[in-house]
Every structure is written in C-alpha cells, then in structure tokens.
C-alpha cells in the first residue's frame, strides 16, 4: 500500500499540463526545419512564429521583440554578458558602461554570471534587501551613475516569494541611463506581467515553470535596444540566437502560456487561501517558528519557513519519506550545504537560514495535500528537534536560564 505523494516544489519545476503534452505528441510528426524553404520547413515555421505571437501578446508585447532561447538562465546569461560586450563596442551608444547593478537575492546564473564578468573588469554592484527581500531604493539611486549599463533586478524571487516594485526600479534606471531587466520566470504566468506596465527593455521567461517543457526559455528584448547574440552562428531568431529551433519546446510553451491565460486568476485565488491555512497551522502547531519573505508583496503560491534547530535537509528528507515533496535553499547539490544566499540576505542568522523550507505549490495542489503537511510536519520537527543537542527550547534565552 503505497502512501500519499504530494509535490510542493512548484518553483523548482512543473509537471507538463496535459494540453500541453498533447500539444507535444501532435508536433513531435512535424521535423522540419523552420529555416528551410520546402513545405515542411513551411509548416514549422508557421507554426513557430503563431507561438510566438501567443507568447509575446501575453506579456504585452510584439511579436519581433521576443527571442526564443534554451532556458531562462540562457536568456539572464544573453543579456548580462551584452555589458561585457558593451566595452568591445558591440553595442555602440554602451560605450564606457559596462556597469550592472543586480541584486545579493538573485537566481545563481545571474550571480555567477555578474561574478564572471567582474573578473573580467565589468564594475558590478549588488544591491542589499531588507528583512522581506525587497531592495533598497535609496542604494540603488546611490549606485547608479554614468557608468552603469544594466539594472537587473528579478521581478519575484524563486525562494522566498517576495515581488519587487519593477516599474519604480526600471523608471530609476532610465533617468541614470541604462537599460532595465527583470528576471520574472517566477512571475509570468503566475501574476498579471505586462513590459509596458513594468517599463522593462528586458524580460527572461521560461517553459517549465509554468507547466512547459523544460529548456525552452524566451527573452523579450523591446524594439530597438541594444542587442549582441549570445550564441553565434545562424541567422535563426532574426540573428538574435543562433541554433535549429527547438520547435517541439516552443510550441510546448506556447500551449503552456494559452492554458496559463485561461487558468492563473483562479489559481491564484486558491494558491493564496491555501497558504494562508498552510501558514496558520503551522504558526498554531510547531513552536518557534519564522516565516521568510514579505507578508504582502509575495508569490500566492510560495511560503518559506525556518524551524531553528531543525535542518532543512533533514526535514526535506523525513518529508520526501512521508511522500511529501519540498525544497531547502541551501545548495547542496554542490555538496557544500552553503546556508541560502537570499535568507543570509534577507539578514537571517545562518542557523535560521539552515532550518529552512520552502513549500511551493501549484495547479495541482489541493487543500487535502495541505491538510496531510499539516498533519505530517509538526511530528517531524519535533522529531528532529529531539535528535538535536544543539536545540534548546526557547533558544539561548532559555538555555541562559
Ligand atoms: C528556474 C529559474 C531560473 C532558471 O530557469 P531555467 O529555465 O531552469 O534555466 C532563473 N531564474 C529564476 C528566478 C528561476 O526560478
């Protein structure tokens, strides 16, 4: 007798919706090469350019601004690296700002790739957050000068939910002179993202976030902006990406985005009242806990939490045993367990940091699932808490006692 499986790491990745499944298995007859100029090429392209309309009018844009790419962290890769570009003149007007300001709470490939280009003499500088993960505004008017670039700043954060005020951070970055991009493949298709709204030059998305396939990925680059091609070599994408479409992901994620526009408001709505009950009855059943992330200007669907005294790769792992699916944001697949660089950020003690979960949830969760966390988790802390020396209850106050 096989228990109960619940997955609520959403945010890592989705499983296929099965439209989009269907989608797939009809396209996976059609090989041709959109580039070729036969019938078959003829038909992949015009299937390939009708998804892209569908993708760019659901994020407000043009069907010429959006480019498709590999995944979302191709798409943060292309458009940091055009700063490294910038000081080889590639985009002429960038001359002598090769600058980026990013953030200390970003996804790894934007922090590594920001790392990379500094070593190679791009001035970078990121900015701090305050407890809830939103950026300092007034940092980020100090940062700003003439030799600034790129502003990247993501619209909602993978680990803790927190949503960013883009529009005010883009408006920033343009009286200074640069260019404003947002990482937002934790937001498209989970909150209304529209780039004229947000006042963006560019926006990563990707596939398998939103119940798409996994690498496929789209970047919106708005008319006439500065451009430089990541990967070079073809004249695919209007020479923006170079590379045979992968046209089985692209129409995949179109299908994902036309289920998305019939499917998220609702979504929404449940996800928001599920993790409200998720989070009060976590509040009324396990002691001492801290919830991560900002109380309003947060994903629905996203709840992070710290239980000191707890590990969260042993709770992620007495979890996984019970059938329950969730995620720590320490990074251990490298082998490191490095605390989480967005909690360590957000100022929590590492301690904290490593007593961490984030509970990430999604179209097919049901109040029943949250109902059977509930059940399960305060048992398992305790557990862990018990096999702890290093906890005392009450913490350093009551061990001062
Ligand atoms: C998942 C994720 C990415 C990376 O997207 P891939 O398509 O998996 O490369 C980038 N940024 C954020 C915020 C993410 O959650």
Same mark, same amino acid.
């Given at each position: 007798?096989?228990?109960?499986?619940?997955?609520?790491?959403?945010?890592? !990745?989705?499983?296929?919706?099965?439209?989009?499944?269907? *989608? %797939?298995?009809?396209?996976?007859?059609?090989?041709?090469? /959109?580039?070729?100029?036969?019938?078959?090429?003829?038909?992949?392209?015009?299937?390939? =350019?009708?998804?892209?309309?569908?993708?760019? *009018?659901?994020?407000?844009?043009?069907?010429? *601004?959006?480019?498709?790419?590999?995944?979302?962290?191709?798409?943060?890769?292309?458009?940091? +690296?055009?700063?490294?570009?910038?000081?080889?003149?590639?985009?002429?007007?960038?001359?002598?700002?090769?600058?980026?300001?990013? !953030?200390?709470?970003?996804? /790894?490939?934007?922090?590594?790739?920001?790392?990379?280009? %500094?070593?190679? @003499?791009?001035?970078?500088?990121?900015?701090?957050? $305050?407890?809830?993960?939103?950026?300092?505004?007034?940092?980020?008017? =100090?940062?700003?000068? $003439?030799?600034?670039?790129?502003?990247?700043?993501?619209?909602?954060?993978?680990?803790?939910?927190?949503?960013?005020?883009?529009?005010?951070?883009?408006?920033?970055?343009? =009286?200074?002179?640069?260019? %404003?991009?947002? $990482?937002?493949?934790?937001?498209?298709?989970?909150?209304? #993202?529209?780039?004229?709204?947000?006042?963006?030059?560019?926006?990563?998305?990707?596939?398998?976030?939103?119940?798409?396939?996994?690498?496929?990925?789209?970047?919106?680059?708005?008319?006439?902006?500065?451009?430089? /091609?990541?990967?070079?070599?073809?004249?695919?994408?209007?020479?923006?990406?170079?590379? !045979?479409?992968?046209?089985?992901?692209?129409?995949?994620? &179109?299908?994902?985005?036309?289920?998305?526009?019939?499917?998220?408001?609702?979504?929404?709505?449940?996800?928001?009242?599920?993790?409200?009950?998720?989070?009060?009855?976590?509040?009324?059943?396990?002691?001492?806990?801290?919830?991560?992330?900002?109380?309003?200007?947060? %994903?629905?669907?996203?709840?992070?939490?710290?239980?000191?005294?707890?590990?969260? *790769?042993? #709770?992620?792992?007495?979890?996984?045993?019970?059938?329950? &699916?969730?995620?720590?944001?320490?990074?251990?697949?490298? @082998?490191?367990?490095?605390? +989480?660089?967005?909690?360590?950020?957000?100022?929590?003690?590492?301690?904290?940091?490593?007593? +961490? #979960?984030?509970?990430?949830?999604?179209?097919?969760?049901?109040?029943?699932?949250?109902?059977?966390?509930?059940?399960?988790? /305060?048992?398992?802390?305790?557990?862990?808490?018990?096999?702890?020396?290093?906890?005392?209850?009450?913490?350093?106050?009551?061990?001062?006692?």
């Amino acid at each position: 007798m096989g228990h109960k499986r619940v997955y609520l790491d959403y945010n890592a !990745t989705t499983p296929l919706h099965p439209e989009v499944r269907k *989608e %797939m298995a009809e396209a996976m007859e059609m090989f041709g090469n /959109p580039s070729s100029m036969h019938s078959y090429g003829r038909e992949a392209r015009a299937n390939v =350019e009708h998804a892209r309309k569908t993708v760019a *009018e659901f994020i407000g844009a043009h069907e010429d *601004e959006l480019v498709f790419v590999g995944s979302g962290s191709e798409a943060n890769n292309t458009v940091l +690296s055009l700063f490294a570009c910038a000081s080889n003149l590639c985009i002429p007007g960038f001359k002598g700002r090769q600058g980026i300001i990013t !953030t200390k709470i970003e996804h /790894p490939c934007v922090l590594e790739t920001s790392q990379c280009l %500094m070593h190679r @003499g791009s001035q970078v500088r990121l900015l701090d957050v $305050d407890r809830y993960g939103r950026i300092d505004m007034e940092q980020l008017k =100090e940062y700003l000068d $003439d030799h600034i670039g790129l502003v990247s700043v993501m619209t909602a954060n993978n680990e803790i939910g927190t949503i960013q005020e883009i529009r005010e951070i883009s408006r920033l970055a343009h =009286e200074h002179g640069a260019l %404003m991009h947002t $990482d937002a493949v934790q937001a498209v298709g989970k909150m209304p #993202i529209d780039v004229n709204d947000l006042e963006v030059d560019f926006l990563t998305m990707s596939a398998h976030k939103i119940y798409g396939p996994k690498g496929i990925g789209a970047l919106y680059v708005r008319k006439d902006t500065p451009y430089c /091609p990541f990967i070079r070599g073809g004249h695919q994408e209007r020479g923006r990406r170079a590379g !045979t479409e992968n046209t089985l992901g692209i129409l995949g994620l &179109a299908r994902a985005v036309e289920m998305r526009r019939v499917e998220m408001d609702d979504e929404v709505r449940r996800l928001a009242e599920m993790k409200q009950v998720l989070k009060d009855g976590i509040a009324a059943s396990i002691d001492e806990v801290e919830f991560n992330g900002h109380p309003e200007h947060s %994903m629905s669907n996203t709840l992070n939490v710290s239980f000191p005294g707890a590990e969260g *790769e042993a #709770i992620l792992l007495y979890l996984d045993l019970e059938g329950i &699916a969730v995620s720590t944001g320490s990074a251990c697949a490298s @082998g490191s367990l490095d605390p +989480s660089h967005v909690l360590l950020a957000t100022g929590s003690s590492a301690e904290q940091a490593h007593g +961490s #979960i984030r509970i990430s949830m999604g179209r097919e969760t049901t109040m029943d699932d949250i109902r059977y966390v509930l059940d399960v988790l /305060p048992r398992v802390i305790e557990k862990i808490r018990n096999m702890s020396t290093a906890y005392v209850k009450g913490g350093a106050h009551a061990a001062a006692e």
